[in-house]
């Protein structure tokens, strides 16, 4: 398993990282039960995987705790908080309770990295205000160890919170949307987490867009209406055929990994699955080789200014 600096935690971490939530949940919404589950976060330890991200809306912490019961001090957790939640804004006290629960449900007395969760420009001001006061609280008692905040990238496609929260410079870990079908990260958080040394997780790598052709299909098509891509450049009925012509790309999921994996500014890719198999694929996707230059280039020829879809 490759390894990379975590920006300026200095975490030495797997550059694959296994993420609890998404459609599967570690298969446990697909009808797996909990030791299946389990399964699967102790099968990512085992192929090398030592960056675990789960949260309390996942409803995985259990499994995480239980997978990694005896081997806590080889992997680094991230779990989450909402800062708001039925149209409630989440309280210090509401916050300090859901990070006790949280190390209880993973079997631990700190978390490595606690993030506010799916923040929206509306209400970053209240985390910066009220909340990241707390939280350096909380580290200085050593229950976490770095600051984390993640996007909502299905309602923020073009970064609208990271405009706001990078040049606070308030947070260590930050988790971004990003896929060959959205690279707008590249031109609008990336410059900012690079000079500011601020690690990043690479959510969305692979949604249903890039798993399913005829989702693509359907997405490619809203861009073609919307006048942001040109019918002429893609062929309709198979329109990312040319990467999986090319002799070095076994599939679009493969693709899509590897895109996002070999990003400047591109840390930890996640995956999330409820399959052994299927991760293992992944895994093996995410440490591949960068793609040929030409088909890089024609991804961002043809996508390059996308900032309206999350692909999923």
């Given amino acids: ?22 459609h599967s949940r570690l298969g446990l919404a697909t009808g797996h039960d909990e030791s299946h ?50 149209g409630q804004l ?28 799916g923040v929206r420009a509306s209400s970053y001001e209240h985390c910066k205000r009220e909340l990241v006061p707390e939280l350096l609280r909380l580290r200085e008692a050593g229950k976490i160890r770095f600051l984390g905040i993640t996007e909502q990238f ?28 959205n690279p707008s990260a590249r031109q609008r958080v990336f410059p900012l987490t690079r000079e500011r040394d601020v690690g990043t997780l690479i959510m969305f790598a692979v949604r249903r ?18 006048g942001k891509l040109r019918a002429a450049a893609i062929d309709s009925s ?26 400047p500014g591109a840390h930890v890719v996640l995956t999330g699955t409820g399959s052994v198999a299927h991760l293992e694929s992944n895994v093996r996707a995410i440490t591949a080789p960068p793609l040929p230059q030409e088909l ?9 200014s996308i900032d309206s879809i999350s692909a999923n």
Avoid: W
């Avoid at 309390?56 to 991230?78: C, F, L, N, P, W």
């Avoid at 989440?90 to 007395?109: I, N």
């Avoid at 359907?218 to 919307?226: N, S």
């Fill in 1 to 22: 398993m490759q390894k990379i600096r975590l920006g300026r935690t200095g975490l030495e971490v797997s550059v694959a990282g296994l993420g609890c939530g998404g």
């Fill in 37 to 86: 589950a389990v399964r699967v976060v102790e099968t990512a330890l085992d192929l090398g995987i030592d960056f675990i991200d789960t949260a309390r809306a996942y409803r995985t912490e259990s499994v995480v705790g239980k997978a990694i019961s005896g081997r806590r001090d080889r992997v680094v957790i991230s779990t989450k908080v909402s800062p708001a939640r039925g």
């Fill in 90 to 117: 989440l309280s210090v006290e509401g916050l300090r309770e859901s990070l006790e629960k949280s190390l209880a449900r993973l079997g631990t007395d700190y978390v490595d990295i606690f993030h506010l969760h």
């Fill in 154 to 181: 299905g309602g923020d496609t073009g970064h609208e919170m990271f405009s706001r929260a990078l040049p606070d410079d308030l947070f260590d870990v930050i988790m971004v949307g990003f896929n060959l079908l």
């Fill in 209 to 226: 867009a890039l798993s399913q052709p005829n989702v693509l299909v359907e997405i490619l098509e809203q861009l073609v209406a919307a």
């Fill in 238 to 263: 198979d329109p990312l055929g040319f990467l999986t012509a090319h002799p070095n790309v076994e599939s679009v999921v493969q693709a899509a990994y590897r895109f996002c994996r070999h990003e």
């Fill in 296 to 304: 890089s280039e024609r991804l961002r020829d043809l996508f390059g």
